[in-house]
């Protein structure tokens, strides 16, 4: 097993064919420089893998307390949220989702529904640990969790988004991701990808990078690399700008076929570019903009 400090990755050649709106660049970027790997040593300390993980897994643990001044998770991490479902009278770990705006998770659909309609209840921790030694690391945000009935789940009619809306704000967090309709990206610019996945212990939010596949790509959907696994559904998919810019760039929805059988999960190796996320789009912005303006809660930040 590679050394979790260290973040040296093969080069890999990908194809440069259809792109849609994510296509590859012929200029310099705007932003002054590439996406880059959102993680680094200074940024977040990961914590010694504590369960086994497949070959061609890559997946890091993000710890509740990211260094040895036992400093508070730091964004973008706070922001993603263990998604949990109410199960034989108690809260399980469920999902993933992150926090846009202070009243509003991004999500996978299927997260959402139940049985031909919504959850009932789900209720949403930013950033939590449970596997952290103090109650305030195990669930840091401010107010620590909140539950959202399915009057307040919304869901795309044909695509595998919605947004739960918070019945308040929370006010830590205090950093939220900005989305943007289009990025343009080039083949081997890094994506990075965190949530809650079912093969690990419960309330464990783990991450990966790999850089973005341009053959695949669709207007509406994107492919990658990244190792993921049940319960990392609706996790952010997001690009770190050199000026230091978080864009959340899709949802992870789905992944390697197979995945997830008795605990398992396929890596993506396996399958190549099997797993996928929705997009975020301009339709996909002006949706979920319509959907805080229906209950009244602050939009997410465009740029």
Not at 98 to 121: C, D, F, M, S, Y
Request: charged share 15%; glycine share 8%; aromatic share 8%.
């Amino acid at each position: 097993m590679s050394n979790p400090f260290t973040f040296e990755i093969e080069e890999t050649d990908f194809e440069t064919t259809e792109t849609g709106d994510f296509e590859v660049a012929p200029e310099e970027y705007p932003e002054s420089g590439p996406p880059e790997r959102e993680a680094t040593e200074e940024e977040v300390q990961y914590s010694i893998i504590i369960s086994p993980t497949s070959p061609g897994d890559g997946r890091v643990r993000v710890p509740a307390v990211t260094n040895s001044n036992l400093s508070s998770l730091k964004f973008p991490f706070n922001s993603i949220c263990l998604v949990e479902a109410w199960r034989n009278g108690k809260w399980i770990p469920w999902a993933s989702g992150n926090l846009i705006a202070p009243q509003v998770v991004l999500t996978a659909a299927h997260v959402l529904k139940a049985n031909g309609g919504l959850e009932p209840k789900l209720r949403f921790t930013p950033g939590a640990d449970f596997s952290a030694s103090s109650a305030a690391n195990k669930t840091p945000a401010a107010p620590k969790q909140m539950e959202v009935t399915s009057a307040r789940m919304k869901v795309h009619s044909s695509l595998d988004y919605g947004v739960a809306i918070l019945p308040q704000k929370f006010a830590k967090p205090g950093m939220f991701v900005s989305l943007k309709a289009s990025l343009v990206c080039k083949p081997k610019d890094y994506m990075n990808v965190a949530g809650y996945p079912g093969d690990k212990p419960g309330g464990t939010m783990w991450f990966h990078a790999e850089p973005v596949l341009v053959s695949g790509l669709s207007p509406t959907h994107l492919r990658y690399t990244m190792d993921t696994c049940p319960g990392h559904s609706g996790s952010p998919v997001w690009v770190k700008l050199p000026n230091g810019t978080r864009i959340q760039v899709g949802i992870h929805t789905s992944g390697a076929s197979g995945a997830g059988q008795k605990g398992r999960c396929n890596p993506p190796q396996a399958v190549p570019g099997q797993n996928t996320g929705v997009r975020v789009t301009a339709q996909l912005i002006q949706q979920v903009n319509a959907w805080c303006t229906q209950l009244g809660v602050q939009k997410p930040k465009v740029i």
